[in-house]
């Protein structure tokens, strides 16, 4: 059974850091187009990041994030991770990873990024 599992999230303040992981038992990731996706409160889950399979990685982002997030892939470990920079409070909300386009029975906990002062 696919299960993804998300982890890294937590409470930072506007300006900070934090890098999520996404690890996935019975799939490879660079089999597969991966992507992160984000909830804030209150609204849909929207793909944010996404990284193509194979050896020549291309990755791609939502709207102006590229600037401060990144996606990357440690096929050694098959963790996906999305790491954010300059948190700002509307980065507020849980964050998913998934394959492109999501399998809706693939979809994990998530974990909570939190972005207050």
């Known amino acids: 059974q696919v299960q993804f599992v998300e982890s890294g999230g937590g409470l930072v303040q506007p300006g900070g850091s934090l890098r999520l992981s996404c690890s996935v038992s019975q799939l490879i990731f660079s089999d597969h187009v991966v992507g992160w996706y984000r909830q804030p409160p209150g609204n849909h889950r929207l793909l944010i990041a996404r990284?193509?399979?194979?050896?020549?990685?291309?990755?791609s982002y939502a709207d102006n994030l590229k600037a401060r997030f990144t996606i990357s892939r440690d096929d050694a470990k098959n963790v996906v991770y999305l790491e954010m920079k300059n948190l700002r409070l509307e980065d507020t909300g849980d964050y998913y990873c998934n394959l492109v386009p999501p399998v809706e029975d693939y979809w994990g906990q998530g974990t909570q990024v939190t972005v207050s002062s």
């Open positions: 990284i193509t399979r194979g050896g020549n990685v291309i990755t």
